[in-house]
């Protein structure tokens, strides 16, 4: 089966940094990927990790510990805009398969 | 013009009525998705498309059934809609390499 797990919801200050955790377990792993949704929104992509180790991209970075079952979402320089959903997924099994969602951690960003 | 279309965008309809959800995509990807989203329970897979002539059942496929039918159209149905499927729904397509899919505006659905 599959299982990602992320918080529920954060807090964070505009221009602070944060950081957002996934833990999986999966059957299989072909990459893992985030995902921002501002409310009623579109998901939308922000990261994609296959290899152990840090994507970076502007502001936003992401980790990838497979051993570890393990991500994170980096977001520096908070914005106000940053407030949103934001979206574990997982490429489970071999070959072109599915992804998994967690149930999305709501960050809100406060003056 | 988006990649990704959904039509309606929002739709309220009654307990028992026959609901067809569409989607339409300009990308050129061959794999075709529909996900619906309820408050604090994320992205769930209902159905899936490889290519025109593969379907798929995801995690939540009872009483929903979809039709595939050309690369760039993907239609959802609820046959006999029940208010536990109001809902947003999503439609999204996939490439083959990353599998990095990209999500239609939604579609809002009540039933009442």
């Known amino acids: 089966g599959q299982n990602i797990d992320q918080p529920t919801e954060m807090t964070a200050t505009e221009g602070a940094i944060v950081q957002i955790n996934c833990t999986y377990q999966t059957s299989g792993f072909n990459g893992l990927f985030w995902y921002q949704q501002h409310a009623g929104e579109a998901p939308t992509f922000l990261s994609y990790?296959?290899?152990?180790g840090l994507e970076e991209k502007g502001r936003f970075s992401s980790f990838l510990s497979r051993s570890k079952g393990y991500s994170y979402l980096l977001l520096k320089e908070l914005q106000m805009k940053d407030s949103a959903s934001y979206l574990c997924?997982?490429?489970?099994?071999?070959?072109?398969?599915?992804?998994?969602f967690g149930k999305g951690t709501m960050l809100l960003v406060s003056p | 013009d988006a990649d990704v279309t959904q039509t309606p965008r929002n739709r309220i309809t009654k307990t028992g009525k026959r609901i067809m959800l569409e989607c339409s995509q300009t990308?050129?990807?061959?794999?075709m998705y529909w996900y619906r989203q309820d408050p604090g329970l994320g992205l769930q897979l209902i159905y899936y498309s490889f290519d025109v002539k593969d379907i798929n059942k995801g995690e939540i496929s009872d009483g929903y059934s979809v039709s595939r039918q050309a690369q760039a159209k993907f239609s959802l149905s609820l046959e006999s809609a029940i208010p536990n499927q109001t809902a947003l729904y999503f439609c999204?397509?996939?490439?083959?390499?990353?599998?990095?899919?990209?999500f239609g505006p939604g579609t809002r659905l009540t039933v009442l």
């Open positions: 999204a397509t996939g490439d083959r390499v990353r599998n990095e899919q990209f």
């Open positions: 997924a997982v490429r489970g099994g071999s070959g072109y398969s599915t992804l998994t």
């Open positions: 990790n296959v290899l152990d």
């Open positions: 990308k050129g990807h061959d794999r």
